[in-house]
């Protein structure tokens, strides 16, 4: 008679052999401290000749067992692992004990989203907003927070408001003619239109760069708005490059947003020493090159250290740099994966107390 074989054409019999091979196999280059690994093996050699050998769905069991057991080792020796080179959390943001991939929005600071401000009563809130700085090949957007009044139309509007610029980064710029106005901003679902005065006119990519400019301002100010319905004067915009009439989601991460930016120091802050340099992005093998200059135009390099991102998803890293009072510019670098080559990023300048 043909012996009984499993779904996959796998009699019981070779099973059992694969099995035992593999269980002795793993077995033997495994050696963890007291006699645990002894009693395995103590088991396997009592159980070889064992009729429930010949029951796959009790192999399998017995199986899953040990990898457990010689999973369980792996954990314990990966424990003592020396893990001071895994960088830090952020300075301004939210703190967590290592960095963790992210997927949708770099890390917020940690301050209130909004407050009370002096005797005139006036309400204050610090929004995110957008703008563009070119990076050697294209536009990308990078990120900023404002602190600033609210405007009449809520914070929608109040960020929309400051996305027209100027930003606090040189840098940084906005595809925006700077005197659009905000006329209306209503929600409806996930979805928040937003009425404006004037329309970029530029070229096919710089405009999609400021759709998106608009697009991630909104859904970052309100996280419950998926997209974006943006009308000029009441209506669809005019392109001669794209069809705007419909609600607009956000491109991208990699498609859009700058590729490495540094969250802090923010530009033109005074900090102390040793200072926490963290930076948000993606890089070459997650290679992320750290550059501190000094002098009147910043051309005197002071020290050069690196963190690891990620290569292909964005992840957040810090260092900290010890710094003699002054004031300073921070740059990071990717590396070409071409010609290796390092491509600067994103820079600030700040100053050490």
């Known amino acids: 008679m043909t012996p009984p074989r499993d779904r996959d054409g796998m009699t019981d019999d070779l099973l059992e052999t694969r099995l035992r091979r593999a269980l002795n196999t793993e ?35 017995a199986a899953a067992f040990l990898g457990l057991a010689v999973g369980g080792v792996a954990v314990a020796l990966s424990q ?5 080179n895994l960088p830090a959390g952020p ?6 004990s ?4 992210q997927t949708t929005e770099a890390p917020a600071p940690t301050t209130t989203s909004s407050e009370t401000g002096g005797s005139t009563g006036a309400s204050t809130v610090n929004v995110p907003v957008y703008f563009v700085a070119d990076d050697g090949r294209e536009l990308r957007l990078y990120r900023e927070f404002h602190r600033t009044a609210m405007q009449p139309g809520g914070k929608i509007a109040t960020a929309v408001d400051q996305m ?10 906005s595809s925006w003619p700077e005197s659009t106005k905000v006329l209306s901003v209503s929600k409806s679902g996930d979805t928040a239109t937003v009425n404006l005065s004037a329309f ?8 999609t760069k400021a759709v998106q400019q608009l697009v991630y301002t909104v859904t970052a100010t309100d996280n419950s708005v998926k997209r974006v319905r943006l ?69 005197e390099e002071v020290t050069s250290t690196f963190v690891t991102t990620e290569m292909g998803a964005f992840r957040e890293a810090s260092t900290t ?28 300048t700040f100053t050490v107390k």
Do not use: C
């Open 164 to 173: 027209f610029g100027p930003a606090v980064d040189p840098d940084y710029s």
């Open 80 to 84: 003592n692992d020396d893990k001071t």
């Open 98 to 101: 290592a960095p963790t991939v």
């Open 231 to 299: 009308q000029v004067n009441g209506k669809a915009p005019q392109s001669g490059h794209s069809d705007w009439s419909q609600p607009v989601a956000r491109a991208s991460m990699l498609d859009v947003q700058g590729l490495i930016w540094i969250l802090a120091p923010t530009e033109g802050s005074t900090v102390g020493s040793p200072v926490k340099v963290t930076v948000f992005g993606t890089a070459y093998e997650g290679n992320v090159t750290i550059k501190v200059f000094r002098g009147p135009s910043f051309d």
């Open 200 to 207: 970029p006119s530029t070229g096919a990519d710089a405009e």
């Open 321 to 348: 740099i010890p710094l003699d009072p002054g004031t300073y510019a921070v740059r990071v670098y990717d590396e070409s994966g071409e010609t290796g080559d390092l491509i600067e990023r994103d820079s600030k």
């Open 27 to 61: 077995a033997s280059m495994v050696n963890p401290s007291g006699d645990g690994l002894g009693r395995i093996r103590a088991g396997i050699a009592e159980e070889q000749s064992s009729i429930w050998w010949r029951r796959p769905a009790l192999a399998l069991v």
């Open 91 to 96: 300075t301004t943001e939210p703190q967590t």
